[in-house]
């Protein structure tokens, strides 16, 4: 019996980003891939599909291959509307392992889609942690320390909304940036929880910090140049998108910069240019909320 399931990620002003599975039941791993994905039968019809999982033999012949590995294609219809990633378990005592890989290609793939067709919203490679007032992105290079940061800040107490992926939403009309927790591949492999949900409730974004280490032996937030400040921004919205933009043709390419370029604009606007520069140890989370 063939089955769709979907899940959609609703933006603050009506859009959306929709992530489908669509195949045979007994061929997709409805349990491990449903489960982690938060995934349900279809029920909404008119939606935009951004990025579908699809059997490999129901990959159409009309396409624009992105990339093949052992475990899927990516492709994008013939019309560029649509990412389809084909590819099915082959190991079953590894489906979870496999779950999580595709679940981070459908969700990765399907905000590109989103972004190339006008949804103003973007998957960010950051930190974000909770406060009292909303959520705190730190910003920053792989091994910079993102994954540390948050484990000392729930250690302080607090609550991490993720350490290397976020939603931001750009498309309230108020102007204000929301961000909205992903599942990372950490928590992937650990197993759904409260904390790896891949929709959880909106947070208004109250501040910004570029991420690095401290050569004074103690946390501290210090003044950063706009150039710097911009540059962590733009390179932590692009990063997720990094890996599959420059096999795009080259209008979808320029589309793909200028937005996003205009969201680290929008962010520098309204955060001031500062980073938080760490060390191993100490209460992290009050020098962010005294500071912040």
């Not at 006008?118 to 091994?143: D, K, P, Q």
């Not at 910004?208 to 937030?221: A, F, M, P, Q, Y």
């Not at 938080?276 to 992290?284: A, H, P």
Request: hydrophobic share 40%; proline share 5%.
């Amino acid at each position: 019996m063939d089955m769709a399931w979907q899940l959609t990620i609703g933006l603050h002003d009506g859009g959306s980003i929709v992530m489908q599975a669509n195949g045979p039941e007994e061929e997709i791993p409805f349990d491990g891939l449903g489960g982690l994905l938060c995934l349900k039968p279809d029920e909404a019809e008119g939606e935009i599909v951004d990025a579908e999982l699809i059997a490999p033999d129901r990959m159409p012949e009309d396409r624009h291959t992105l990339r093949t590995t052992p475990l899927t294609e990516t492709a994008y219809t013939a019309d560029w509307s649509r990412v389809l990633i084909a590819g099915w378990k082959k190991q079953p005592h590894r489906t979870h392992y496999y779950c999580c890989c595709v679940w981070q290609k459908l969700l990765i793939h399907a905000g590109l889609n989103a972004i190339l067709r006008g949804e103003n919203a973007v998957l960010a490679h950051c930190a974000a942690l909770e406060t009292g007032r909303g959520a705190v992105l730190l910003f920053g290079e792989s091994g910079m320390g993102k994954s540390t940061a948050s484990a000392r800040w729930r250690a302080n107490g607090g609550k991490c909304v993720s350490d290397d992926m976020a939603l931001l939403d750009f498309s309230g009309s108020d102007g204000m940036i929301r961000v909205r927790r992903m599942p990372t591949w950490s928590a992937c492999r650990e197993g759904k929880n409260e904390w790896d949900y891949p929709a959880g409730e909106e947070l208004p974004l109250t501040g910004v910090l570029g991420l690095g280490r401290s050569e004074s032996g103690r946390d501290e937030i210090v003044p950063l140049s706009p150039a710097q400040f911009f540059a962590q921004c733009y390179r932590s919205l692009f990063y997720w998108n990094l890996f599959y933009a420059k096999e795009l043709p080259e209008e979808k390419q320029r589309i793909l910069k200028v937005r996003i370029q205009t969201q680290a604009e929008t962010i520098i606007k309204w955060f001031a240019p500062r980073a938080l520069l760490t060390v191993l140890e100490g209460n992290l989370k009050k020098l962010i909320e005294d500071n912040l």
